[in-house]
């Protein structure tokens, strides 16, 4: 067999189906496999029908179809499976080829993949993709890291699958070596977990502290489509608080189990945040927040067996206007908490991994395509053009100027939520997260005092210059080393 296809899809999960018909419709030959061949069988006689793909039932079959180097682009289920793919796939490989993972592998894996699949010359890219299943399909957002001789190869066809924003600038762009790719695309999964979390808390107030109807809740995300708010998220709650139960003619969303699932990616972000040290805590509020409410039995125990505040006054009609608008702004100034967090995890990895990572680039690979997609995000590449080397987006003159600008309505949010007992935990971790890092002066001198008190650890002290430290004989007053 000639040697035809362009590129090669193994894996026909739904993602992998949606990507080889997105490189079809862009008429590049695809050449698609599957571990269970009923699964090539199925696809070719129905979605793929009459388009330019090659089903191939067996790896060497696969091999043989695609024109060398060999793209590759493997779309299957994360851990083993890409493993056993890789070994498979060794065999009939020649050096110079190319391996792609779109799965949504761990970023340390896709580090210990490249450096071995380096040894047999194959060239290897981590690349995140985001989007769903309809953005697989249309126009995925795409975050490809790796051996950066493969970028301009794969560089054309994975731009053109990309979702595009501005006319035709496509969600797809270089990020950079190792697993840097899968880096940002599991912090985007972070950021996404916060905003969600920070949109059903906005939801859960619309609804239990000012006791809306879902009509009401539906007109007010409506409303915020068009506003600071606008993007992908608030889309589909708005088109969600729209949708009635067949059967019954209810509120869908009211049918729903409000007991959350979750595939890990979130928690990879946190655990990857607790071991640089970077402070991310709104994004792993979310994570917590998933866990806290999976766990439906306790929490109706908990409802039977610990106390409310006192009933909080109901607003009074006339002032839920105001209350909405300050909601708006809560909402908007916690998400750039959110983002300004999963921003400084990105920073983390330039240190730690020597990862050169362009920011403002990145916020535009999610303006379009992905799950966070929002108006919002070119804002942050704004900001990121107008200093590269941003400590924090916080900082920046346009978002320091909005949260000035909201954190009234922010505050005043919150501290109704504390008081009338409406759990909103994401939100308060990120006027936390405001707080502390706009403070110069910290109490965390008693933090340093009691650790050398009980444990001899030392501190620097604010009359001295840094790096010199002190213990004090906390006993024996007096008695400095
Ligand atoms: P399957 O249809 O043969 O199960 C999502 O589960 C995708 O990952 C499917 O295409 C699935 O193939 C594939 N997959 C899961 N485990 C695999 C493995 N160990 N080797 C190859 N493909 C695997």
Redesign the pocket.
């Known amino acids: 067999m000639n040697p035809t296809a362009d590129i090669g899809v ?4 739904v ?2 189906e949606n990507l080889a018909l997105n490189f079809a419709s862009r008429n590049f030959t695809t050449a698609v496999y ?3 061949t009923a ?1 090539v069988d199925a696809f070719m006689a129905e979605r793929a029908a009459g388009k330019p793909l090659i089903g191939c039932r067996s790896i060497e079959e696969f091999a043989a179809a695609l024109k060398r180097p060999r793209k590759i682009l493997l ?3 994360a851990g ?2 890409v493993d ?2 890789i070994s ?1 796939l060794l065999p009939v490989l020649e050096p110079g080829d190319i391996v792609m993972d779109g799965g949504n592998s761990f970023y340390a894996d896709t580090v210990r993949r490249e450096k071995e699949l380096a040894k047999a010359g194959i060239r290897y890219l981590g690349v995140g993709i985001s989007g769903g299943e309809e953005g697989a399909l249309h126009g995925p957002s795409l975050m490809p890291g790796g051996d950066a001789s493969a970028w301009p190869e794969v560089e054309p066809m994975l731009k053109a699958i990309a979702a595009k924003v501005d006319g035709n600038t496509p969600c797809c762009e270089w990020i950079g070596p190792g697993g840097s790719g899968h880096y940002v695309k599991m912090v985007h999964n972070g950021i996404e977990y916060a905003d969600m979390q920070l949109i059903a808390e906005t939801y859960g107030y619309l609804r239990d502290r000012l006791h809306l109807d879902a009509e009401k809740i539906q007109a007010v995300f409506e409303a915020w489509r068009r506003g600071p708010l606008a993007g992908y998220l608030i889309d589909i709650t708005a088109e969600i608080l729209k949708v009635r139960d067949a059967g019954s003619g209810k509120l869908l969303l009211d049918l729903i189990l409000d007991a959350p699932g979750q595939k890990g990616t979130g928690r990879w972000t946190s655990e990857t945040a607790l071991e640089t040290g970077t402070p991310v805590p709104t994004l792993t509020q979310a994570v917590y927040q998933r866990n806290l409410d999976a766990a439906k039995e306790l929490r109706q125990t908990g409802s039977r067996l610990l106390a409310p505040p006192e009933e909080a006054e109901p607003y009074p009609e006339e002032e839920q206007e105001e209350v909405i608008d300050a909601l708006e702004s809560a909402l908007y100034c916690s998400k750039i908490c959110a983002y300004a967090q999963g921003f400084e995890l990105l920073k983390a990895a330039e240190q730690r991994f020597n990862w050169p990572l362009h920011y403002g680039e990145i916020a535009l690979l999610w303006r379009g395509g992905c799950i966070i997609r929002a108006d919002f995000l070119g804002e942050i590449k704004k900001a990121y053009d107008r200093n590269p080397e941003l400590e924090n987006l916080m900082f920046d003159d346009y978002f320091r100027t909005e949260l000035d600008n909201g954190q009234e309505g922010w505050r005043l949010i919150a501290a109704d939520a504390l008081l009338s007992g409406v759990a909103m935990p994401a939100m308060f971790s990120a006027v936390g997260y405001y707080d502390s890092r706009r403070r110069a002066d910290s109490p965390s001198n008693l933090i340093q005092a009691q650790r050398d008190f009980f444990g001899a650890h030392t501190f620097e002290r604010k009359d001295r210059p840094r790096g010199e430290f002190f213990h004090h004989e906390w006993n024996q007053p007096g008695a400095e080393l």
């Open positions: 193994i894996g026909l999960a993602m992998g599957n571990r269970t699964r779309m299957v289920k083993e499976a056993a793919c498979s």
